[in-house]
């Protein structure tokens, strides 16, 4: 059996001693007795996500477990190189999934994520887009087609799959909300080593 999960930090398994074997999706895939696939990393956004669900041949797995990030978020294309930031020389790891290479990643919430080099009037491009630009109906938006893009494709290949968010104020019928407050945080307020036993407890539910 093979699974997939896909999504960004909580995915991930940020802030986890020991990553690999503390994050929901190895410990679900060990009750599964099933090999587990996550090219989450963190900082996606909805639009990431989305692209590398594109980008995968999902028909290669049993079960798919997609959790879906922040509204604002989004990524832009690269491939000149010529962001200088600390996003940009993470990127240039010789680990990086291949997916995300060239793919910078834009997060409002934390300024060195939001520095490009891109100067408009005086002032970083992506500052002046979200202060001037963005309005969280753009970000429901996102959030609508790329949670019917994947679940319709998952569903037409009748390939079993849920569906999680981190978005609180979400308004899509998700099969599982991670941001409550029963799932304990680390200081970064990502899950917990307890946390991410809770989190696959209750996904074994769902199946």
């Known amino acids: 059996m093979r699974l997939l999960t896909l999504g960004d930090s909580w995915t991930f398994g940020d802030e986890l001693e020991d990553r690999s074997n503390q994050r929901f999706s190895t410990l679900i895939s060990r009750r599964m007795n099933a090999e587990v696939d996550n090219p989450s990393t963190c900082g996606l956004s909805n639009h990431a996500i989305a692209r590398i669900f594109l980008e995968t041949d999902i028909s290669a797995y049993d079960l798919v477990i997609i959790q879906m990030s922040q509204i604002s978020r989004t990524e832009w294309y690269d491939k000149k190189g010529v962001s200088k930031t600390y996003k940009s020389k993470l990127q240039n790891k ?28 005086g002032k970083e491009w992506w500052i002046r887009y979200y202060e001037e630009l963005y309005h969280d109906k753009y970000g429901e938006s996102d959030e609508m087609l790329f949670f019917h893009l994947m679940k319709n494709k998952l569903t037409s290949m009748s390939i079993p799959h849920l569906m999680l968010t981190i978005n609180k104020k979400t308004k899509m019928p998700f099969d599982l909300q991670l941001n409550k407050s029963k799932y304990p945080r680390a200081k970064g307020d990502h899950p917990t080593s307890l946390g991410h036993i809770m989190i696959a407890s209750d996904i074994m539910k769902l199946l």
């Open 94 to 121: 010789p680990n990086m999934p291949k997916m995300l290479v060239d793919w910078d990643k834009i997060m409002p919430t934390k300024d060195i994520f939001m520095s490009t080099g891109h100067i408009l009037d």
